[in-house]
């Protein structure tokens, strides 16, 4: 069930995209989204966001960057993963369930505000269950030739329906909704 027909915010796949397709360079190298793009670029989005629910690989990524470079606030972050660390990670849930119930745990503790959903692998299961409301693409005037792609191989094809774009400065806000009733698998 999407947000929207559950009611309160929405699910939103939320991502910094190249011209080229990729959320990330080669090597999961994110510098480039920071060249252009902070949390004070949109502040709308941000302040929109209750929630988090973000791929294992994401987190991972994210830790590795500079504090300077993870300045955006979207509430409480959940890592969705098949194998939790042991030790516990300060300001992360680490959820081992099943996707569904993974989404509207994370998107409960959005206290009626937006879920963003981060990650490739994540989002595309998301999108492929029909869990998705909305699209949100950051594109960024910059080719980088190779990297992760917006979407994993095997999503195949789902109709979006513009919404809106905006533009500050270099970069393209562009949103869409993800129409509901798509089946499943
Ligand atoms: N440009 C942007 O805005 C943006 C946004 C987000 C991420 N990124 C980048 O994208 C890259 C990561 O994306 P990604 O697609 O490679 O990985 P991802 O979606 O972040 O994480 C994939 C991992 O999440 C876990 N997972 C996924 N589905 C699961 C499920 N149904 N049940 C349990 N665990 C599940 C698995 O971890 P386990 O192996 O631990 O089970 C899987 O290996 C990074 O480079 C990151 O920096 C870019």
Known sequence: MSGSSAGGGQVVVNRSMSLDGFIAGPGDTMGWVH???TA???PEVMAAT???LVGRRTHEVARQMAAEDTDYDGGPVFVLTHRPPDEPVA???FLSCDLAEAVATARAAAGGKNLEVLGADLASQCLRQ???DEVLVYV????LGD???FSTPGLGRIELEPVSRQQSGAVTLLRFRVPAARPAG
């Open 35 to 37: 060249d252009y793009l």
């Open 40 to 42: 004070d670029t949109f």
């Open 50 to 52: 209750g929630a988090m």
């Open 91 to 93: 300001g992360v849930t």
């Open 130 to 132: 029909g869990l998705v």
């Open 140 to 143: 960024l005037p910059v080719l």
């Open 147 to 149: 990297g992760v792609r």
